[in-house]
């Protein structure tokens, strides 16, 4: 059974800086495509940050030169660190690990 559990959410100013982590637990991060996503109130869930198998990466224009997803094999987990925050990036963010499977989410709040 695949689990994944999101933490480093919280409060920040903007300008500041947050890391999210992902753990997973039942699939190897390492062969598996990882995602984070987010949604904001009233908004739909959109695509932040990819990572493939391989550790080709991609990012939502809004989020390039700021977000970096990067993946440890041996904690089996993926992080999201988020730099320059902006209070239009105020969202929950999930973890999503092969399209199927999705973390709990973990709310991110930037105030102005």
């Known amino acids: 059974q695949v689990r994944l559990v999101e933490s480093g959410g919280g409060l920040v100013q903007a300008g500041g800086s947050l890391r999210l982590s992902c753990a997973a637990s039942?699939?190897?991060?390492?062969?598996?495509?990882m995602a984070w996503y987010r949604q904001a109130p009233g908004k739909q869930r959109e695509l932040v940050a990819h990572?493939?198998?391989?550790?080709?990466?991609n990012y939502a224009d809004s989020v390039k030169g700021r977000f970096t997803i990067q993946r440890d094999n041996a904690k089996n987990t993926v992080y999201l660190q988020m730099n320059s925050l902006k209070p239009e990036d105020t969202a929950v963010y999930y973890c999503?690990?092969?399209?199927?499977?999705w973390g709990q989410g973990t709310q991110v709040t930037v105030s102005s």
């Open positions: 999503n690990l092969g399209i199927l499977y």
């Open positions: 990572i493939t198998s391989g550790s080709s990466t």
């Open positions: 039942g699939s190897a991060v390492s062969i598996n495509a």
